[in-house]
């Protein structure tokens, strides 16, 4: 086996100074602007407080909605004696009585709004609910609008998976960030909803791929010490993204005004195509080693790695024989290669229920968390907000724990509270708060970490489109949550809080099936991808929640040229160095024991 690249990472640097321009320069900003496009339609498409019949008549005689109202048709909404936002009473009298200043009806028949409506306009100065008119018999029109967004999230994780692990990473992401840009401008000159619902499909495609890309870029320019706080970090401004866009459109009131304004920032994330570097360990995945080399000498530089003269004609020496060497063997890979064999295909199963369960959890709480507050965008920060405590506590657990116990405590937590919450009655407003906040706060544990887990798990050759299926399944399960919170509305407020807890605690103890990845070098081909975790294989071994070296480490070629340089100095200050490769059972894996 040649050398992997995270032997080459040792040598040039894992996290130094060029991995943390990238992060800053490149990585982050799209993770931040990536939440813009995905839930900026809540607020485009949001349905006023209130709205009633419009009656040109009243308005040109300068008759105010408190006098219009009362002669409205009387009908029980949410529980409340209202008047009727979407039927008027038959006028028999089409003029005001000057002498009663009172309507003239007949009570007994209630026609459709024949002229339109007019909105209360104290939250919303526009959206496109009001300017066409979506409401009454159009009302099942704004959520349309949302699952097609979402079914466009479905397709364009499948199509846009594939294009990053066929012609890379930048174009892929540049493609993405470029589409982006373009049905972000026209959905702001929609002339029509049918001319919407198009425009949102086709910017649905790239919501997933414009932050996914750029995170699974960072950690494979990142060693196996470092990716716990880069995943964190990408996951933290995303987060900043929801709370920015809460902010922005609790500023801007106009729709159209807003979806510029979250469309500005793909105008400079365009302009990457000319300054981001590809993912060198894509390249070194497709035998393209000169191009890969010209970005290593680059973080070498950076890094000030104290490299000899002649380390990179030899890495591409090494590289040239290997490519000749497995040249006849070569062949395309594709997206079933992830289900062919049996741990491999354990595993994708695995993170795509587990990614399944954290969409259909995380999105349903959105759904059907009561209302804490009667304004949409204060709830909507107040969402985000919830999730920031979250990332501190990965940070330090992660490396100390690991993956899978946090895991599976955070989805086990999650569900256990759902379930708590099934059985608190509704009239217990302050138990069921803090039980759905808890739970909040524990789901949002868990996808950031199923998010690490995949790329840590997926080989390099098709982590693109590994990951991007498991963000497929995730996004049928923001399809499935708001209809699964609907039915408990109708139904019993008990059952939607069931259904997620349960599946949350099924997630939670099927996660004990993963191998532990912390610290572990990401898998490069699926031979490697296949034999990571094989000893996790029953329910004794998956108890042992530390993980096990033997059964999880992936093989590697040997030492890197600073841990040979250290061998080597050791030997000449007489420390008697001992070859072994008794301790992993693992070909071609060599260890080194110092005794002293």
Same mark, same amino acid.
């Given at each position: 086996?040649?050398?992997?690249?995270?032997?080459?990472?040792?040598?040039?640097?894992?996290?130094?100074?060029?991995?943390?321009?990238?992060?800053?320069?490149?990585?982050?900003?799209?993770?931040?602007?990536?939440?813009?496009?995905?839930?900026?339609?809540?607020?485009?498409?949001?349905?006023?407080?209130?709205?009633?019949?419009?009656?040109?008549?009243?308005?040109?005689?300068?008759?105010?909605?408190?006098?219009?109202?009362?002669?409205?048709?009387?009908?029980?909404?949410?529980?409340?004696?209202?008047?009727?936002?979407?039927?008027?009473?038959?006028?028999?009298?089409?003029?005001?009585?000057?002498?009663?200043?009172?309507?003239?009806?007949?009570?007994?028949?209630?026609?459709?709004?024949?002229?339109?409506?007019?909105?209360?306009?104290?939250?919303?100065?526009?959206?496109?609910?009001?300017?066409?008119?979506?409401?009454?018999?159009?009302?099942?029109?704004?959520?349309?609008?949302?699952?097609?967004?979402?079914?466009?999230?479905?397709?364009?994780?499948?199509?846009?998976?594939?294009?990053?692990?066929?012609?890379?990473?930048?174009?892929?992401?540049?493609?993405?960030?470029?589409?982006?840009?373009?049905?972000?401008?026209?959905?702001?000159?929609?002339?029509?909803?049918?001319?919407?619902?198009?425009?949102?499909?086709?910017?649905?495609?790239?919501?997933?791929?414009?932050?996914?890309?750029?995170?699974?870029?960072?950690?494979?320019?990142?060693?196996?010490?470092?990716?716990?706080?880069?995943?964190?970090?990408?996951? !933290? =401004?995303? %987060?900043?993204? &929801?709370?920015?866009?809460?902010? *922005?459109?609790?500023? @801007?009131?106009?729709?159209?005004? +807003?979806?510029?304004?979250?469309?500005?920032?793909?105008?400079?994330?365009?302009?990457?195509?000319?300054?981001?570097?590809?993912?060198?360990?894509?390249?070194?995945?497709?035998?393209?080693?000169?191009?890969?080399?010209?970005?290593?000498?680059?973080?070498?530089?950076?890094?000030?790695?104290?490299?000899?003269?002649?380390?990179?004609?030899?890495?591409?020496?090494?590289?040239?024989?290997?490519?000749?060497?497995?040249?006849?063997?070569?062949?395309?890979?594709?997206?079933?290669? !992830? =289900?062919? %064999?049996?741990? &491999?295909?354990?595993?994708?199963? *695995?993170?795509?229920? @587990?990614?399944?369960?954290?969409? +259909?959890?995380?999105?349903?709480?959105?759904?059907?968390?009561?209302?804490?507050?009667?304004?949409?965008?204060?709830?909507?920060?107040?969402?985000?907000?919830?999730?920031?405590?979250?990332?501190?506590?990965?940070?330090?657990?992660?490396?100390?724990?690991?993956?899978?116990?946090?895991?599976?405590?955070?989805?086990?937590?999650?569900?256990?509270?759902?379930?708590?919450?099934?059985?608190?009655?509704?009239?217990?407003?302050?138990?069921?708060?803090?039980?759905?906040?808890?739970?909040? =706060?524990?789901?949002?544990?868990?996808?950031?970490?199923?998010? *690490?887990?995949?790329?840590?798990?997926?080989?390099?050759? +098709?982590?693109?489109?590994?990951?991007?299926?498991?963000?497929?399944?995730?996004?049928?399960?923001?399809?499935?949550?708001?209809?699964?919170?609907?039915?408990?509305?109708?139904?019993?407020?008990?059952?939607?809080?069931?259904?997620?807890?349960?599946?949350?605690?099924?997630?939670?103890?099927?996660?004990?099936?993963?191998?532990?990845?912390?610290?572990?070098?990401?898998?490069?081909?699926?031979?490697?991808?296949?034999?990571?975790?094989?000893?996790?294989?029953?329910?004794?071994?998956?108890?042992?929640?530390?993980?096990?070296?033997?059964?999880?480490?992936?093989?590697?070629?040997?030492?890197?040229?600073?841990?040979?340089?250290?061998?080597?100095?050791?030997?000449?200050?007489?420390?008697?160095?001992?070859?072994?490769?008794?301790?992993?059972?693992?070909?071609?894996?060599?260890?080194?024991?110092?005794?002293?």
């Amino acid at each position: 086996m040649g050398m992997e690249f995270d032997d080459i990472l040792k040598d040039v640097g894992g996290f130094g100074r060029y991995q943390k321009l990238l992060l800053i320069i490149f990585i982050l900003p799209p993770c931040l602007a990536g939440a813009f496009h995905g839930f900026s339609q809540i607020f485009t498409v949001a349905v006023p407080e209130d709205y009633w019949c419009r009656i040109p008549k009243a308005e040109r005689l300068g008759i105010g909605p408190s006098r219009i109202k009362p002669t409205l048709p009387r009908e029980l909404i949410d529980g409340k004696l209202q008047h009727s936002q979407c039927t008027v009473h038959e006028k028999t009298a089409p003029i005001i009585n000057n002498m009663t200043d009172q309507w003239s009806f007949n009570y007994n028949v209630s026609l459709p709004c024949p002229w339109g409506w007019n909105y209360d306009r104290s939250v919303y100065e526009s959206t496109v609910v009001m300017d066409w008119d979506l409401v009454c018999d159009k009302a099942f029109y704004p959520k349309l609008s949302l699952f097609i967004h979402a079914i466009g999230a479905v397709l364009g994780t499948i199509l846009f998976g594939y294009l990053t692990d066929e012609i890379g990473r930048k174009k892929t992401f540049c493609i993405a960030a470029m589409t982006q840009l373009l049905t972000g401008v026209a959905t702001a000159f929609a002339p029509n909803f049918i001319v919407f619902c198009i425009i949102r499909f086709l910017n649905g495609l790239t919501i997933v791929p414009v932050w996914l890309i750029p995170l699974i870029m960072a950690l494979e320019f990142t060693g196996p010490s470092k990716r716990t706080l880069v995943g964190t970090v990408g996951a !933290l =401004f995303y %987060t900043f993204g &929801l709370l920015g866009l809460g902010g *922005l459109a609790y500023l @801007i009131r106009n729709w159209v005004h +807003l979806q510029l304004a979250v469309t500005l920032p793909f105008v400079f994330i365009f302009g990457y195509y000319w300054w981001m570097p590809e993912s060198p360990r894509w390249l070194m995945s497709k035998g393209r080693f000169p191009e890969m080399l010209v970005i290593v000498r680059k973080i070498a530089k950076q890094n000030r790695a104290g490299l000899p003269e002649d380390y990179f004609a030899k890495l591409l020496a090494m590289f040239d024989h290997s490519q000749t060497d497995e040249q006849t063997n070569k062949r395309k890979n594709c997206l079933i290669d !992830l =289900f062919r %064999t049996a741990n &491999l295909c354990k595993k994708s199963c *695995l993170i795509i229920f @587990i990614s399944f369960t954290n969409s +259909l959890v995380c999105v349903g709480l959105t759904f059907f968390m009561p209302l804490l507050c009667g304004i949409d965008h204060i709830n909507f920060i107040y969402g985000a907000v919830i999730q920031l405590p979250a990332y501190p506590v990965l940070y330090f657990s992660l490396t100390r724990f690991g993956r899978r116990v946090l895991l599976m405590l955070s989805l086990i937590l999650a569900g256990s509270f759902l379930i708590l919450r099934a059985l608190v009655p509704d009239t217990n407003y302050t138990a069921v708060i803090i039980l759905l906040l808890i739970s909040k =706060f524990s789901i949002t544990l868990s996808c950031v970490i199923t998010n *690490l887990v995949a790329a840590e798990t997926f080989p390099t050759v +098709l982590r693109g489109a590994g990951s991007s299926l498991t963000q497929t399944v995730s996004s049928i399960g923001l399809c499935l949550s708001p209809f699964v919170a609907h039915m408990g509305m109708r139904h019993s407020r008990w059952l939607p809080p069931l259904i997620f807890g349960v599946l949350g605690i099924v997630g939670g103890m099927l996660s004990l099936l993963l191998p532990e990845t912390l610290g572990q070098s990401l898998p490069e081909t699926l031979t490697e991808a296949e034999a990571f975790g094989k000893g996790c294989r029953t329910w004794k071994n998956c108890l042992k929640l530390t993980g096990n070296a033997e059964s999880s480490q992936v093989p590697e070629s040997g030492p890197s040229h600073h841990e040979v340089k250290r061998l080597e100095a050791t030997r000449q200050n007489g420390v008697e160095v001992e070859e072994d490769s008794s301790l992993l059972s693992l070909p071609q894996v060599k260890c080194y024991q110092v005794k002293f």
